[in-house]
């Protein structure tokens, strides 16, 4: 087995350079309360590096936190355990290990990043967005080298990802479990996420109003009578194959609504124009996907007077506030849930993950004020116009507390806030007046029963 003197060369350069500077590596086990063989194993090419160990060597070779996470990184990325050696008997030879892309990193080798157009984080063309530019700061930071950023289908990710030739797809990625299958995502981008929404057919709605009948969000996922279902039975459900409608639609929609509703064929072509022509061709009545998805629809001519946003119901608190977005009309969308926004990754590669992970962990600490700074800049582009302030989240669990104290210095956060607070309580205001109207019937039962 090949000795790993790289990573035995890195570890001597981060201790030449550390605060420390420890005569020899036995001395830097022995700070780092590690046993050697978890690192001279390493070196003599025998087993991986775990990622504790990094970590505690990292520890004792770094003083800031930032250092570390990248001494971390590449510490893994360089003590792998390479494949067997080519006169290895056949029979026992393993399949090959794919190079990680954090090695080619390390090396100063281009690395292949596409991106997909997706408002306002990838503008048509790929040079502009708020991705893009959130990319852009990540590369420097990270040292990163691309040529150019290849704008590819959406529908195309799964094919690039298996012959391995993508490393990195910045866009709105939502990680739906099906996307999961072929690939990996980053940590959530901070504060921001992608509502579910839903377009009604105005000949379905009709077929309601004739009866007097409210048709609402909730009624897909608990219709609120046995009318309802049946004035919904025939209508047909256009879902995007692979995408979040569709997961959300399949797993959350009542039975009773399901069994009633008629698929549509499958579109192939995802530009809003080609929705919109699918959904005139198949007559679709009720279409689920990203809000972004449903407003770009309706920016098709003839598209308002065929289809309407989903409503929410005016006698129950909404759980999630309404979106409103547009560009000069605005127009307000349920939220049936929200997805977290990522970028996307190649399958089967840890390491390169934990680099692009530790580098958005970077950019929220050192980096935080340019972030800010960035998140302001598309804040202020939309002036009258809704189309980044949506995808805004009120809360991020994702985040770290010092670092969300930065984030709630945006105002238009805060507001969403002070907005899901309010509505946390009139949740509770009406939770607690239906327990009190229930408990005064069932007192009024109790009564009359007695004097009978």
């Known amino acids: 087995m090949a000795q790993n003197e790289k990573f035995r060369d890195l570890l001597l350069d981060a201790n030449r350079k550390g605060p420390r500077k420890l005569k020899n590596l036995r001395d830097l086990f022995k700070a780092a309360n590690v046993k050697p063989a978890n690192v ?3 070196i003599s090419g025998d087993r991986s590096l775990r990622h504790d160990v990094a970590e505690s060597l990292a520890a004792v070779l770094c003083e800031a936190e930032a250092d570390r996470k990248r001494l971390v990184t590449s510490l893994i990325a360089v003590g792998q355990k390479k494949g067997t050696s080519d006169d290895a008997p056949k029979r026992r ?3 090959t290990i794919r190079e990680s892309v954090a090695d080619r990193v390390l090396d100063q080798k281009e690395i292949r990043v596409g991106c997909v157009v997706s408002e306002p984080f990838v503008r048509a063309g790929g040079e502009e967005g708020f991705a893009i530019e959130l990319f852009d700061h990540l590369a420097k930071l990270m040292r990163l080298k691309y040529k150019s950023l290849e704008v590819v289908e959406l529908g195309d990710l799964e094919r690039r990802f298996k012959i391995g030739d993508l490393d990195l797809v910045v866009t709105a990625l939502l990680p739906t479990f099906r996307r999961g299958t072929f690939m990996k995502f980053s940590r959530p981008i901070p504060y921001l996420g992608v509502p579910v929404s839903g377009l009604l057919s105005d000949s379905l709605r009709k077929r309601f109003d004739e009866e007097n009948i409210r048709f609402c969000a909730e009624d897909l996922l608990a219709p609120s009578s046995g009318k309802v279902v049946t004035k919904l039975s025939g209508a047909r459900l256009m879902l995007v194959d692979g995408e979040a409608g569709e997961e959300f639609s399949k797993a959350f929609f009542s039975r009773e609504v399901s069994n009633v509703l008629k698929p549509t064929e499958n579109p192939k072509e995802l530009t809003p124009g080609n929705l919109f022509e699918h959904m005139k061709s198949q007559k679709a009545d009720i279409f689920i996907s990203d809000v972004g998805t449903c407003r770009s629809i309706l920016d098709q001519p003839g598209a308002p007077a065929a289809y309407h946003p989903l409503e929410e119901s005016d ?17 307000e969308f349920p939220q049936l849930a929200v997805y977290r926004i990522v970028f996307g990754l190649p ?3 840890p390491t390169w993950e934990l680099m692009i992970n530790n580098g958005f962990e970077c950019l929220m600490s050192e980096g935080i004020r340019s972030l800010l700074m960035l998140y302001r800049k598309y804040i202020e582009q939309d002036g009258n116009n809704e189309l980044f302030r949506p995808f805004l ?3 991020d669990d994702t985040v770290q507390a010092h670092t969300a104290l930065r984030f709630e210095t945006i105002p238009e956060i805060c507001e969403l806030k002070d907005q899901q607070t309010a509505g946390e309580r009139e949740g509770l205001v009406v939770a607690i007046a239906e327990r009190v109207v229930l408990k005064m019937r069932s007192n009024t039962k109790l009564e009359e029963s007695t004097h009978e």
Do not use: H
């Open 40 to 42: 001279t194993m390493v």
């Open 93 to 95: 030879r393993r399949q």
């Open 315 to 331: 006698n129950r608190p909404d759980v999630f506030p309404r979106i409103k977005m547009g560009r000069g009309e605005i127009v």
């Open 347 to 349: 399958p089967e590669d």
């Open 393 to 395: 989240l009120s809360t």
